[in-house]
């Protein structure tokens, strides 16, 4: 049972051990007909030291796990390593660190959140992603997507925008899209459907 079955109300029906050992891990196979999800975070306050954890995607790739598919994150905060100038020979890193992962990982879907200050990085890369892997489903959560929904979901190449806490809805999400159906339905979703939002 996926996570999204068990909420009602406002809150999880059911029990979910914690993991904390190898054994607690074996509780939550993957499935071997289940989604690569790939969860990008980009670079953010460039200027400083990373220190920003994407904590919105953390619990999105937790959920995912725990859903049983190949979860995968590229950081690209955290790998700047330190305070950089974002110029072209910082963006071609970017770039090229994208293009390695969508081609190694080759996910099914590609995850992108953040707040509203980095919307011309993550533009950037969803571009980018939508023109390198044109299969993938490409979902657009966090503060960004929260804020201004119906602009994101119009102004840049994603399939699905997730709106509010993301926990329980990319359960849902990540199901539909493995089954080939429609987000109708899904609470707290805009999407595309036949090319309108």
Known sequence: MRLYEQFHAGRVTGTFPRVTTDETLQLFPRRASGLRFLL???????????????????YVGAVAFCDGYDVRV??????????VEEDA????????RLEW???????????????????????????????????????????????????????????VVVQEEGEVTISEVLE????????????GTVYRHDGQV
């Open 101 to 159: 992962a969508l081609d190694y990982h080759a996910p099914h879907v590609v995850g992108y959140g953040g707040i509203i200050s980095q919307f011309s990085q993550i533009r950037r890369l969803i571009r980018l992603t939508r023109m390198l892997r044109p299969e993938a489903k490409i979902i657009l959560g966090g503060g960004i997507a929260s804020c201004l929904p119906k602009f994101m979901a119009e102004r840049l190449p994603v399939d």
């Open 89 to 96: 020979r910082f963006w071609a890193w970017v770039e090229r």
């Open 40 to 58: 990008v975070q980009a670079p953010i306050r460039s200027w400083s030291f990373p220190n920003i954890a994407p904590l919105g995607q953390e």
């Open 176 to 187: 539909r899209i493995e089954h080939g159906a429609g987000f109708a339905g899904v609470r």
């Open 74 to 83: 590229l950081d690209l905060n955290a790998e700047r390593g330190g305070p």
